[in-house]
């Protein structure tokens, strides 16, 4: 049975940092793409950033350049760094897995195959 815990949310002040990790387990992942989403109050769920196998990333017009996702696939984790913190990034941030093989894609929700129960950020002004 396939697991995504995340960790590492909470509260924090414009401009801050956190750092999210998502522990994977109940397969190997290491050639698939993962992901991160993340959902606001009100809002629908939305892609955030992915990475595939070999450590190539793609994010979010809206993260790009604040933030940034790792993979340690020997590990089956992955990380979430989010610096410069804004209001607006407020929102629950899922890991997700892909059925996605290969190199790295705008993950949608449909293409999503499992995913964590989320771990809330919350952003004050």
């Known amino acids: 049975q396939v697991q995504l815990v995340e960790s590492g949310g909470g509260l924090v002040q414009a401009g801050g940092s956190l750092r999210l990790s998502c522990a994977a387990s109940?397969?190997?992942?290491?050639?698939?793409?993962m992901g991160w989403f993340r959902q606001a109050p009100g809002k629908e769920r939305e892609f955030v950033g992915a990475v595939d196998w070999s450590g190539t990333t793609l994010c979010a017009d809206s993260v790009k350049g604040r933030f940034t996702i790792s993979r340690d696939k020997a590990k089956n984790t992955m990380a979430l760094q989010m610096n410069s913190l804004r209001p607006e990034d407020t929102a629950v941030y899922y890991c997700a897995t892909s059925g996605v093989y290969g190199a790295v894609v705008r993950l949608t929700t449909n293409g999503v195959r499992d995913w964590g129960k989320g771990t809330l950020v919350t952003v004050s002004s």
């Open positions: 109940g397969r190997t992942f290491g050639s698939y793409v």
